[in-house]
């Protein structure tokens, strides 16, 4: 069996194919129901089966490994799978979660070994199970239970003709420690107050002088080993910003560094992957970015997708919101060049209450998959008891799952078999890519950011995490309300810079890096479309001075932001009447001779808009919330030349068109509790007349497909 990703794609044997994995714990499922279970995920569509390997359970006192016991004999399971011919992939941690008492560490590791925990910067043990990742002592105990389990996982490879695809160092990386509030800061680990330890290295590595880092920082240190974990302040000036975001970007430095350890411990002792990793939300996708550049193609990154796992969630059903936020993990995974998959897809839920439907499950694979998924990982698939004492909800590890612990089918069964057939009737689905109206810079360093930096600490700037959260639901939630369906852009790429045949969005909060905005100049000189908001940039990403962008645009800046609070608000733009500034905006300063005003707050008369050679300006950040919002971003794409897909009646009705080569396929998205009626106006590839109207009932949490063939040279 040949295994691997590329080209955006899973393949077998040289083919592509969607990778439909379940999880299935066989160390919670009774031996003698392993082949049923499985049969009845053959049933369902699935071609693959995920497992944990948690060594709590095969190592229960140090020195002492069970692989032999009924319900823990891995080589039993393996040797089902291969007789079932499913593919597996393995999670043998060293952590796996999953329920499981201590993460699934063993108890004795962290009683017997306290050195090994994880501290925060106050130097206070995080939480009784978050160990510090490259603590000596940790991994001389992690190469120990890799010295018993990686041999079994080696001989069962893909390429010794064994079930094995691919292998998941850990699980969730960071989690463990930034749940429990904190990056780690173990000063042993770290080698704080060492020139020669973990952090004095990578420091004098990324800026090569302590007197650099003075004035970076503001300190007056002599040695790199003086310097350790930013304070726990709220971050007023650069230099404190710059400290916290450098700590958070040496911890994901560790993080690499972690993740390459374990596979090479792996390589070692057989394993040959390819091997994945999940992150373990949407949010924190962008916190591997380095990592994946590191590790390349040696390891597969997906990501997590709940929707619910009890009720403080923030969505107990698939929402449009939801989707929004799944279409940009997506979307960022795509872009850090990984076939887009999610490796944990909710299958279930950990809390009986609220429930997992049929009908939700199946809006949300179709959703995904209108979004580009190429495969997923459904957790779980089916359950059990757990092994006495290491249950860390119930003892029972039922999830709600599609095969129940007692093996009985539940609804999300036939619901996921029904996404299943609906994929084995549309194969060119695999392959199919969107049909877009407009492209956007990734602003990775927003998505870094979250909710950990807000505020502003340079004038002319807007405050990352803010900045971050108005993207999310300002912009891109205001586009797909029109019916337009962006694609992501990496930043660091040279392609998208001769790409002007669509109009191309920056994003930004005033600090982008002097070659990204060198690139931006010259997709402007070679004829490109730009919409720049809600700021233009003044500082690159060190809040150094860096106008690039704005020399090139005759020294235009944005100026301090206004808020509704402070004065009277009414903004026509693009021909929208009293668009509704429910967050700020930012009058335009030193606007370049000639230009076309398209924008002003009608009460005060200031410019919020204005547009001129191919280049738009638009200072306003917003939440979406009304028509004119959707309106009103249509328009001034519209005016940039866009040539839109798709005309729809409902903002509430997500729509996608996706490409293939037998046509276009139309994904039309109902994630409300009540059945819609949509008329929509498509017009495939933005080319020639609108299709006659598509009027489309679509029930409630459903989403509709519909095909577009080629024949000939045209669409029917």
Known sequence: MQFDFSDGLFKLNGKPFYMNSGEFHYFRVPQAEWKKRMKLFKEMGGNTISTYIPWLIHEPAEGQFDFDSPQ?????????????????IVRPGPYQYSELIYDGLPPWLCMKYP?????????????????????????????????????????????????VIMVQPDNELGGVHLWRGDFDCNRETMGFGCDSGRFAVYLRQRFGSVEQLNRRYGCSHTTFGEFGPPPDTTCVSPSALL????????????????????????ENRGVVGPFCHNSANPAMNCCFYEVKKQLGNRMLLGSDHYYTLDQRWPQNNPTPQYAIRCFISLEQLRLMDNPPCVLEFPYGSLSDWPPITAEDVEAC??????????????????????????GSTTDMYDYNAPVSADGETRPTYYALQRFAGYLNAHPEIIESQADSDFRILMPWNLAYADNKWSGVVCPGTVGAAQAWNSFVTGLVTSAFAAGLMPEMVNPESDEWVNCIDKPLVLWNNGCVDQLQQQKLVH?????????????????????????VLADYLEGATAGKAVSPSDRMVRLNIAGIKNVYCNNEFYPAENIPSGAEIIGQNEFSGETVGWYKNGFMFLGLNWCHGKNEHAAMIAKLLERLGMQRRIVSNDSWIITVLRKHAAGTTLFAMNLSSSTRTVTLQIRPDGTGEFYPPEIIEIPAMTVVTKNFITRGDRLC
Not at 129 to 138: D, G, I, N
Not at 244 to 263: G, M, S
Not at 523 to 543: A, H, W
């Open 115 to 163: 050195e090994i925990l994880a501290r925060d910067r106050h130097g206070r043990v995080m939480h009784y199970s978050a160990v510090s990742y490259l603590h000596e002592k940790f991994i001389e105990k992690v190469s120990a239970y890799f010295d018993r389990v990686c041999p079994i996982i080696a001989g069962y490879s893909a390429q010794k003709n064994g079930p």
């Open 523 to 547: 997709f402007m000189e070679n004829g490109g479309r730009l919409l720049c908001l809600p700021v233009i940039p003044k500082y690159d990403e060190n809040f150094e001075k860096c106008t």
């Open 72 to 88: 823990l004999n891995l080589r039993h399971f393996l040797d089902c799978a291969a007789e079932m011919d499913l593919a597996v």
């Open 243 to 266: 400290q916290q975001r450098d700590y958070a970007d040496f911890y994901w430095h560790c993080a690499a560094e972690y993740l390459k350890l374990l596979i090479e411990l792996m």
């Open 365 to 390: 694979a179709m959703m995904h998959l209108g979004f580009g998924m190429r495969g997923h990982n459904g957790y779980i698939f089916t359950g059990g008891m757990n092994v006495p004492g290491t």
